[in-house]
């Protein structure tokens, strides 16, 4: 099946250490987004990734840093300079060429804790 | 049942009855409009959207309603079911977004349906 890949699903930090989330995406798409959540707040863009080799910061990229080699692959890490990691990190994917909102696929998810 | 969703971020509702879910958008620049539904510890699922050049959509069992000119977005569902409870988002996209998909999210509205 099609979709959208991230792990681990929960995953521990402890304080000064930097942590790579995975994404992977089937899809064939171009585009790849991370958003971050914390409870009972909206979604929030960190980076974003519209082609290979090239990404972009969002509006919260402080303290994360992003590659994008592959198409199919966009990880995150969360750098010891994130203050406030501990949160719910969604990924996503879409093409490029058309946005809807019934066309970017979300990822189930990975809870960040720091401990 | 009804809900400003910045104001009063839950709503309970009996089954059967039709909920009211708003929010407040930010950007007079924004172009197309997005309800997602997310349970918890997953990430969102698309339920309808609208452009701006429409003030009103209609899905199965939902409509969206538009006011450009006080920017507020609103969520109808009717005759509201158990597996409806979930915490509902309206994301926004502005016009200089392009092709992405740089959402902005709302804070959201917990919708609980009462048996």
């Known amino acids: 099946d099609g979709g959208i890949t991230q792990s681990p699903k929960y995953l521990f930090r402890k304080e000064g250490q930097n942590v790579t989330l995975s994404c992977e995406q089937n899809l064939n798409h171009d585009a790849m987004y991370w958003y971050r959540q914390d409870p009972g707040q909206g979604l929030r863009l960190i980076y974003y990734s519209q082609i290979v080799n090239d990404f972009q910061k969002g509006d919260i990229a402080e303290g994360y840093s992003v590659s994008r080699e592959k198409k199919e692959s966009f990880p995150l890490t969360v750098t010891s300079a994130q203050k406030n990691p501990t949160a719910f990190y969604l990924c996503a994917s879409s093409r490029s060429d058309y946005f809807s909102g019934n066309t970017i696929y979300f990822g189930e998810g990975s809870w960040l804790t720091v401990v | 049942g009804e809900s400003v969703g910045l104001h009063l971020p839950t709503l309970s509702v009996q089954e059967g009855d039709n909920s009211i879910i708003n929010c407040a958008y930010s950007?007079?620049?924004?172009?197309?409009f997005i309800w997602y539904k997310q349970e918890s510890g997953k990430g969102p699922q698309f339920i309808i959207d609208?452009?701006?050049?429409?003030d009103k959509r209609q899905g199965q069992r939902v409509t969206v309603l538009l006011n450009k000119t006080v920017k507020h977005l609103s969520l109808q569902i009717a005759a509201t079911q158990p597996g409806d409870s979930a915490v509902y988002f309206c994301?926004?996209?502005?016009?200089?977004?392009?092709?992405?998909?740089?959402?902005?999210f709302g804070q959201g509205t917990t919708l609980q349906v009462k048996p």
């Open positions: 950007n007079s620049a924004s172009d197309y």
């Open positions: 609208i452009r701006s050049n429409m």
């Open positions: 994301a926004e996209i502005p016009l200089y977004s392009g092709n992405t998909g740089k959402l902005i």
